[in-house]
Each structure stands twice: as C-alpha cells, then as structure tokens.
C-alpha cells in the first residue's frame, strides 16, 4: 500500500499572514506615536518589496521602514520577531497534526523567504521532518521536482491557491488537490477536488 503525503502551504493554510503584518503595523504604529494613517503607508511598501522581489523579504521592508521612519533597525526586529507574535497567527495546533500523522506524512510546500517562512512553523519542528520541508520563492515551477520525489506516494496538496492547485493537477492528476477557501466563494472544479474553508477539516478527507 502506497504511503500517503499530505502537503500544506504555509500562509492562508496554516498561518495567517495578513493578521501577522496587520498586528505589526499597528504596534509600530503605536509604539512610534504615528498616525494610523501610516498603516497604509507601511503596506504599500510592503507590496513594494513583495512587487520586487517576487515575494515578500521582511529583511528588505524592516530596511526601508527604518529609512523612511528613522528608526533603529534592531528595535524593528525585536518587534518583527516577537515569539508570541508568530504564535498568535496559527490556525493550527500540535494536536491537529498528530491526527494527520496518523494517517500520512506531513510536507510543506511553501513560498517566501526561508528563514521567515520556517519561523511561522518553528512550534511544528518535532512533528514535521525537516526533509519534507519545501521551500521556494517561486514554488509553481518546482512542482515537477517535488512530484518526482515522492511518486510512490499517495499526495494531498492543500493550499489557498488556485493556481498552485492547477499546476499539481496538470503535472499529476492522480495528486488530490484542496483548496483553502476562508471566504466561501469558491467550489471544487476539475482541478479542484474538494474545497474548505477551515483546514482543520482536512483530516476527514484523508482516505486509507
């Protein structure tokens, strides 16, 4: 019997992204006596970085945001680094991955900066294998490697992008593709099979 791999992206699947920056800009706001108006200001340039770079490098935002506001580059980072910050964003726990343990291999396959995309999942280190950790700034054209890799395996991708979905699916059909839907806009296709709008619903989707 094949062994089964379940892959989870990181940001939209089992982190929230969006409330971890919000959070930030408006600590940084706060701490600084800044005007909420500035949380604009610090998005746009974080979607100057993320246009640039073709994902988002927080080294490169921290950088601008102390040119721009001058302040101290380690005074960001303590703030940007926080533990408990990154622990507050989680939309899973141990628990959840222990019961999807038990019925596969538990992967990443993520885009981003390395360092930052794995402190998001720091807490999860004793559960999930370092060597089923994928990481890329661009993943979609890493999908054929990935695929190659584990080609005795049964796959699982999870993922709130669509697209990502697609190139798995186009690559493999026989990969089962979930796509992570918090709006509840979206219905399952030929590329889809199945959508949710809490990842924590994905262990009953597993099959032996």
């Known amino acids: 019997m094949k062994q089964t791999i379940v892959f989870f992206d990181i940001d939209g699947v089992i982190f929230d992204a969006q409330k971890f920056f919000t959070d930030f800009c408006e600590e940084f706001v706060q701490k600084n006596n800044l005007n909420k108006e500035e949380i604009f200001r610090l998005q746009n340039l974080y979607g100057e970085v993320k246009q640039e770079k073709g994902f988002f490098d927080p080294q490169a935002f921290l950088t601008r945001i102390s040119i721009q506001y001058s302040v101290a580059k380690e005074n960001l980072e303590k703030l940007w680094w926080d533990e408990q910050s990154f622990q507050k964003c989680l939309l899973i ?6 019961q999807i343990q038990e019925k596969a291999i538990i992967g990443i396959f993520s885009k981003g900066e390395i360092y930052f995309q794995k402190k998001k999942i720091e807490k999860f280190n004793n559960i ?4 089923d950790i994928y990481i890329f700034e661009d993943k979609i054209v890493k999908t054929n490697e990935v695929l190659l890799k584990y080609k005795d395996c049964k796959i ?6 669509k697209g990502v979905l697609e190139s798995f699916k186009n690559a493999d059909n026989t990969v089962f593709t979930v796509l992570v839907d918090r709006k509840k806009t979206e219905i399952a296709t030929k590329n889809v099979d199945a959508v949710t709008e ?10 032996d």
């Open 156 to 161: 699982y991708m999870v993922d709130d992008n």
């Open 198 to 207: 809490n990842v924590l619903q994905i262990s009953s989707l597993l099959t």
């Open 93 to 98: 726990d141990e628990n959840f991955l222990k």
């Open 128 to 131: 999930i294998n370092s060597q």
